[in-house]
């Protein structure tokens, strides 16, 4: 693949992202709630970051009073990475529980709060707090709502040599590994992510830039 094509396909694939932000952007702006967004700086200063598969969730029974909207759910994570690397309870291949607040089932949303939607079978990267009792105690997220919280992954590794050294090109890495490797419903996905985060875009314009040549069918077919 010559370098003219490297930059057609990259041109492309940045315009058809371009295009998926902005519908997106208006999906949001038509929210019938106020909504505010975590910045990927909160979510890179997050004391544990650990991408996960999500295999199972349970929610407590709705509260019963009409004020309050969200419910106390469960769910059972898989870790397949975590910064820092060597986290005493969550390391690869082990098994975590989450505590986290949802909406009752059936609920869509539409009227807020933003909450986290952690379905069974999906791979998300979750900015945890420490826990202090990780041998017994569930994890918990570093807040309870707001957009953005947890971002889109993909179990495959990201393909870059080096390891990440900090928070910051630990998320880099997830969000351009599933850019560069997902399928197009994992990459409209993270879009949704991406659209909301415009300081990133050229930090992941060059992480993605030398991988193009790897996979021209998937961008340009």
Not at 39 to 55: D, G, H, M, N, R
Not at 130 to 136: E, G, I, R
Request: with cysteine; net charge neutral; glycine share 10%.
């Amino acid at each position: 693949m010559t370098t003219r094509q490297k930059v057609k396909a990259f041109g492309a694939f940045v315009a058809g992202i371009s295009l998926l932000a902005a519908i997106l952007l208006y999906a949001g702006i038509c929210r019938a709630y106020p909504s505010g967004t975590r910045s990927f700086e909160e979510l890179a200063k997050a004391p544990v970051l650990a991408t996960c598969i999500v295999q199972e969730t349970s929610r407590d029974p709705t509260p019963a009073s009409s004020g309050n909207r969200v419910i106390s759910a469960h769910a059972t994570l898989l870790i397949l990475r975590t910064f820092p690397e060597l986290i005493v309870g969550a390391r690869a291949s082990e098994r975590i529980q989450l505590d986290y607040e949802a909406l009752p089932e059936g609920d869509l949303g539409m009227n807020g709060p933003d909450v986290p939607n952690l379905s069974p079978g999906v791979t998300l990267v979750l900015p945890l707090k420490m826990n202090p009792k990780p041998s017994s105690g569930a994890w918990q997220l570093i807040a309870d709502e707001g957009g953005a919280l947890v971002i889109p992954a993909i179990p495959r590794k990201p393909p870059f040599s080096y390891s990440p050294r900090n928070g910051g090109e630990f998320l880099l890495n997830e969000i351009a590994s599933v850019l560069i490797s997902g399928t197009r419903a994992e990459i409209f996905g993270e879009v949704s992510y991406v659209a909301g985060q415009k300081t990133i875009a050229s930090e992941l314009m060059h992480l993605q830039e030398p991988k193009l040549g790897a996979d021209e069918d998937r961008l340009t077919g």
